[in-house]
């Protein structure tokens, strides 16, 4: 029963903080500076900023049947 239980809490923490994750993800820019430092940022204003080709990393399995 504890094994069920836990298995509910955790689908249901993960249900809810899926809808953040989605909205959070977005384009990431690298900016570097004259003397050479490199910022992250959301946004590409500003020179020497280029776009980061980076593809989401959460990967859940499927549940046991």
Do not use: E, W
């Not at 069920?4 to 909205?23: C, N, Y």
């Not at 004259?34 to 900023?49: F, V």
């Amino acid at each position: 029963m504890k094994a069920v239980t836990a298995t509910i809490l955790a689908a249901s923490a993960l249900a809810l903080t899926f809808p953040a994750f989605v909205r959070a993800s977005g384009d990431i820019y690298v900016c570097q500076d004259a003397d050479g430092r490199k910022t992250y940022q959301n946004t590409g204003a500003g020179k020497g900023c280029s776009k980061l080709d980076v593809h989401p990393a959460l990967t859940l399995p499927a549940p046991a049947p």
